[in-house]
């Protein structure tokens, strides 16, 4: 029988998937339809389902969870956060331009983190029905079904998620692969997580809100997100930023960071 530990997490988890998929809904009442957007003063995109959705999560969450600390890309960032030892970290909607797009490649992501790490994520993309989740030590599932990792252990002929330019660009040396890239990285993960693709390369500055719930998804499904030195991410410090973000098993992980000084020595 699971210990009261592994209980309290899927008691977590199952919050976070409850209003996850209300999320949801929310953001499929927006979804194809007429809704106000516009830009931030760094320049990406909101509309209106971000804020909604936002709001909604903020306000069941921590009348759920009082004592629990919140980090979200659509709230303004309160220090007393970084003073909490357990918060929910929040992207209301992971792809927004695909959102604003049409395009069914975004995702509602819900982290609850301790001690920098996570330990319970969803990831759940509305357009698909494909929900994401994990705690840890209880692996990862999509919408219910056990979910692993793939097997492809070199760079020759994966299944890569990013930048096509990055990977098609004779001065960076990279091998033949199949490319694809999705807006949402935490969908990009989550995919990877399910072993639908090999592997995810961004070299772009993220946010915690970008990788937390995706991280422990793919850690429980085998996999490894790291930064360009192998580090894993540490989350809720103050900014809440990340660097590079490389997702993959263990042996392509760690081919793709073989391959990275490569990149630097060309100024990739």
């Known amino acids: 029988m699971p210990g009261p530990e592994a209980q309290a997490l899927k008691s977590e988890l199952a919050l976070l998937e409850e209003k996850a998929r209300e999320a949801g809904k929310i953001a499929l009442k927006f979804f194809g339809g007429d809704y106000k957007s516009w830009s931030k003063s760094g320049g990406s995109p909101v509309t209106e389902a971000d804020l909604a959705i936002d709001a909604f999560l903020k306000t069941s969450l921590r009348a759920a969870r009082p004592d629990h600390g919140w980090l979200s890309e659509e ?31 975004f995702t509602i992501c819900i982290a609850l983190v301790e001690s920098g790490r996570p330990l319970a994520g969803v990831v759940f993309n509305p357009a698909t029905d494909e929900c994401f989740t994990a705690h840890l030590g ?15 252990a070199i760079l020759a002929g994966c299944r890569m998620l990013g930048q096509k330019a990055l990977f098609e660009d004779p001065a960076n040396h990279w091998p033949a692969m199949t490319i694809e890239n999705f807006s ?9 997580a399910a072993g639908r693709f090999d592997a995810m390369v961004s070299l772009t500055v993220k946010r915690d809100w970008d990788l937390a719930a995706a991280d422990i998804i793919l850690a429980e499904a085998g996999g ?30 760690a081919a793709i960071l073989e391959h990275l000084p490569k990149l630097a020595k060309k100024g990739a």
Not at 138 to 152: D, E, F, R, S, W
Not at 237 to 244: C, E, H, I, M, W
């Open 138 to 152: 209880g692996g990862a599932h999509l919408n219910g079904a056990p979910i692993h990792v793939g097997t492809h």
């Open 184 to 192: 949402s990285i935490a969908y990009r993960l989550a995919l990877v």
């Open 75 to 105: 709230s303004v960032d309160d220090p007393a956060r970084l003073q909490s030892s357990r918060l929910f970290i929040v992207d209301p909607i992971d792809g927004t331009m695909a959102f604003l797009k049409n395009r069914p490649h």
């Open 224 to 253: 490894i997100l790291c930064g360009a030195d192998g580090a894993r991410p540490v989350y809720n410090l103050a900014p809440a930023t990340q660097g590079a973000s490389i997702a993959a098993a263990p042996a392509l992980n």
